[in-house]
């Protein structure tokens, strides 16, 4: 049995990430992620037994709460029969994807003697989960939201040279891959999505689709504007440069000149 006054365990929560490598943004595709990254991660922690680093076999319980002392158990209880420490460390892998909504949570931990069937010692206090685990937010499926005026859900940024912020790839038929809608009502308009660069293109699209697939594609009262300083609209093309098809006119345009 373990007396509580004796034990003592420093815990360090890590997430274990799988990176992947991007490709330059040029016009070359981008290379995505080699597999999934799942919503476990690595927690790893030290036992003290009786002043000393505890060796040997010892079972874990842990579970989640919703409060740093009392309050509700949030999660369901994950046991770890007869993990093995040595020099006091020891390593488990916990999933709790399904209970981390943006509320805070605190880990509780009991431990015993792997040999033991007795109850467990309470390791007090509760660990709090914060910062790191909740990029369980960005998990498949999940949404991202944000209350606040004029502050982005969502900032991502790619600070070295020849690498891209945000990679996505798809398959499915007639869907998108980066699907982006402005629900603004106020008349005054606003942007599914916008792109700006200092050198290059705002918004670039390329198809390479041989069944006459445009590398844009727009639908609206204009399916496509440009406003320029010197071009509205540049095409190149091996046959049209700018193919336009209406009712009244293909292509129309205008100039102050």
């Not at 991007?22 to 922690?45: E, I, K, L, N, R």
């Not at 488990?92 to 509320?103: K, T």
């Not at 844009?216 to 399916?223: L, M």
Request: net charge negative; hydrophobic share 40%.
């Amino acid at each position: 049995m373990i007396k509580r006054s004796n034990f003592r365990i420093f815990l360090v929560l890590l997430l274990v990430l799988a990176l992947s490598s991007m490709a330059s943004a040029g016009a070359a595709a981008p290379d995505g992620p080699d597999a999934p990254v799942g919503s476990a991660f690595t927690y790893q922690g030290r036992l003290i037994d009786g002043g000393v680093p505890a060796n040997g076999a010892y079972d874990l319980r842990m579970r989640l709460f919703d409060a740093a002392s009392g309050g509700t158990q949030v999660s369901t209880n994950w046991l770890f029969g007869d993990v093995a420490v040595s020099a006091g460390y020891f390593t488990v892998v916990l999933n709790f994807a399904d209970y981390f909504e943006g509320e805070a949570r605190w880990l509780e931990v009991e431990v015993r003697p792997g040999a033991s069937t007795g109850s467990y010692t309470n390791l007090s206090p509760r660990t709090s989960l914060a910062g790191v685990p909740y990029a369980l937010s960005l998990r498949p499926g999940a949404v991202v939201n944000t209350s606040q005026v004029n502050v982005p859900a969502l900032n991502l940024g790619a600070p070295n040279a020849n690498s891209n912020a945000l990679v996505a790839t798809g398959n499915g038929e007639g869907y998108a891959v980066v699907y982006a809608e402005d629900l603004s009502t106020t008349g005054l308009g606003g942007y599914g999505i916008y792109g700006k660069s200092t050198t290059g293109s705002g918004v670039r699209g390329e198809s390479l689709s041989s069944n006459a697939r445009s590398g844009v594609s727009g639908v609206g009262y204009y399916g496509v504007r440009g406003d320029g300083d010197l071009y509205g609209v540049l095409g190149y093309g091996q046959y049209y440069g700018v193919l336009g098809y209406g009712a009244s006119g293909g292509v129309s345009g205008q100039t102050s000149s």
